[in-house]
């Protein structure tokens, strides 16, 4: 496959998900206690996007990735010095809100005006790819809809694996209920992929691909569009759970009558 | 005034889903309580056996598009567009399974709706839907409501009881749809070779957590007999097998049970699986946990650890033991 792909992958920065979060309401709707000063990561499943990506553009000559990324500048800012040295790529900023507590379609209107206004993207060898979830809003539905709004109809979601052919056409293994995979072939770019996990690991630190992605980071943040992105819904209430348990801890059994109380407890 | 349509697909046998037979016990309360019309709109290969098993849910019209056995995103999108449109809805209640939630985000956006996923309830407060769902990976709970119509919700299973109401004949409605696919459904595959070890209807899960191929009293990693404890165990108990993600990870390193992957791993990048109860070995996080064991009634942990933050406050019971003995001896048990 002589072509190769422009391969745009969405995805923002989340909550790192060792931190406790808090909600809390304001005038805007709902947000997250101290949201600026949180530690922040790729979204685990966007992350897995970039890095099958990254794969693709390896294997593939003539393949191209750009990272489209909504979120507060100073804080792509952050991120990008943490995953600039994984893979390489040309990012597209866009300065507006990563909250969980947007809604996915004007998210996805934000990302699609990002992605046509990119510059020397083929849109006959467009992939778009992304997380099928994220860590914040988990709502599994701004792919599609990016998809939609770029016209592409040919969308997967949930994918561990792509396997492209000689002709450019590809075949894709989605995850479907009863750890089942759906294996679909499709004729070629245009696409959108949504991942899961993917099969690949994440990459190792290269300090030659960061400082090859860092000459063009700092320029593109410079000039970050910045978008409003709303809830467009009304909020009544966003708590988290009291759900503490009296944990009983059992220390003094022994091991036959510890096994004995499970294997009742099993059974009931 | 709104109108409310219940959508979903049909399966290969012609049935409706669990989760789709509890959407429909959510459509038809939320019908009830707003005073309106309920539609059922319905995709699959051949969709009058599935209507005529909820005939009797009250609705007054069903629609459906016939001749789509195999799920491509285009043709589900098309159909999904030309029942919403067909049906004059206003909200729309689906099952949050991997066909519908693939292709409804997309129908919102082709219909110029709006969508909310995984939702666990819907209410009518004074005339008005007020839905709940989580955010931040089930760290926090909100409950919401919009404006906009159509409003597309999808419906997280467990949380409604199965309609079971009567059967009938119901008049079906046929829409076609004309869509040139590029892609093609070739196959199912499980996503293991071997034994099958996700058992979404199991009444129980267990959780392998990496102290399964950490050194043991000995000195030395049993990875081969966690393995094989663990396998037992699973074909005695007919278990669930969730993993922690940093045993899952461990993929690349070498020392990792042969049956797991991705597909097995529950919290933050992983599954929140329901199930009745839930049965932690070896694990020692905490938050990412919590989340994947959000929707565990019963919580049980083997741990060696008195103070892990994942089980205090966590689980019911904590046996502060050795996972590999306590599971060899239960394994004689069961």
């Known amino acids: 496959m002589s ?17 406790t979060l808090e909600p809390l309401m304001g005038p805007q709707g709902p947000g997250l206690k101290n949201e600026m000063m949180l530690p922040s990561v790729l979204d685990p499943w966007a992350g897995h996007a970039l890095y099958e990506a990254a794969n693709l553009a390896k294997d593939l000559p003539n393949t191209k990735v750009w990272l489209v990324s909504l979120g507060p500048k100073q804080k792509l800012q952050q991120l990008m010095m943490t995953i600039a040295q994984k893979a390489p790529f040309e990012l597209v900023p866009i300065d507006g809100s990563a909250s969980g507590f947007t809604d996915s379609a004007e998210t996805a209107q934000a990302l699609a ?16 790819f992304g997380g099928c979830s994220s860590a914040s809003r988990d709502a599994g539905a701004t792919m599609q809809m990016v998809g939609e709004m770029l016209g592409i109809i040919d969308q997967f979601m949930g994918v561990d694996e792509i396997r492209v052919m000689e002709d450019g056409s590809f075949e894709v293994k989605e995850r479907v209920e009863g750890a089942k995979y759906l294996v679909s072939r499709c004729e070629g770019a245009p696409a959108v992929l949504a991942w899961a ?9 290269n300090p030659q691909v960061g400082m090859l992605n860092m000459r063009t980071l700092m320029p593109a943040l410079q000039k970050a569009q910045a978008v409003q992105v709303g809830a467009a819904a009304s909020f009544a209430i966003v708590e988290v759970p009291q759900q503490r348990r009296d944990t009983r801890i059992v220390k003094d059994k022994s091991v036959d009558e510890i096994a004995q109380e499970i294997a009742e407890w099993i059974k009931e | 005034m709104e109108n409310v349509l219940f959508f979903a697909s049909v399966e290969a046998d012609g049935s409706l889903a669990k989760v789709a037979l509890e959407s429909l016990t959510c459509a038809c309360a939320t019908a009830k309580s707003l005073g309106s019309s309920l539609t059922v709109g319905l995709l699959g290969s051949d969709c009058s056996a599935a209507a005529n098993a909820i005939a009797g849910c009250g609705a007054a019209q069903f629609v459906a598009v016939n001749g789509v056995a195999d799920p491509v995103y285009a043709i589900d999108a098309s159909a999904c567009e030309a029942i919403i449109k067909e049906s004059g809805a206003t909200l729309v209640v689906a099952p949050n399974v991997s066909r519908i939630a693939r292709v409804l985000p997309g129908a919102a956006a082709r219909v110029g709706g709006k969508i909310d996923t995984r939702v666990t309830s819907v209410a009518v407060e004074g005339g008005r839907v007020q839905i709940k769902r989580w955010y931040y990976r089930q760290r926090m709970i909100a409950s919401l409501s919009r404006d906009y119509r159509p409003w597309i919700l999808t419906v997280d299973s467990g949380n409604y009881e199965p309609y079971a109401g009567p059967a009938g004949a119901a008049p079906v409605k046929t829409l076609t749809v004309a869509v040139a696919a590029r892609t093609k459904t070739l196959r199912e595959e499980a996503a293991l070779a071997g034994e099958l070890t996700i058992r979404p209807d199991a009444s129980l899960l267990f959780v392998a957590g990496a102290g399964w191929t950490k050194k043991q009293s000995d000195g030395q990693p049993h990875v081969k007999e966690a393995e094989e404890l663990i396998r037992t165990f699973l074909g005695k108990t007919q278990a669930s097998l969730g993993s922690s993600k940093s045993l899952v990870d461990q993929k690349g390193e070498g020392e990792i049970l042969s049956f797991l992957t991705h597909l097995n791993q529950v919290g933050q990048t992983g599954a929140s699986p329901r199930h009745p109860k839930g049965l932690a070995t070896c694990c020692h996080g905490e938050e990412p946990h919590v989340v994947g064991w959000r929707f565990i009634n019963e919580r049980r942990a083997i741990n060696l650890d008195p103070n892990c933050g994942w089980a205090q406050g966590k689980a019911d019971v904590l046996y502060v033991s050795d996972a590999f003995a306590v599971i060899s001896k239960l394994n004689e048990m069961l």
Not at chain 1, 113 to 128: T, W
Not at chain 1, 197 to 205: F, S
Request: charged share 15%.
């Open chain 1, 3 to 19: 072509a190769g792909f422009h391969i745009v992958v969405c995805g923002s920065l989340v909550p790192d998900p060792l931190q």
């Open chain 1, 113 to 128: 005006k990002a992605i046509e206004g990119i510059p020397g993207l083929d849109r006959s060898r467009l992939l778009v």
């Open chain 1, 197 to 205: 996990t993917g099969n690949l690991p994440e990459p190792p630190n």
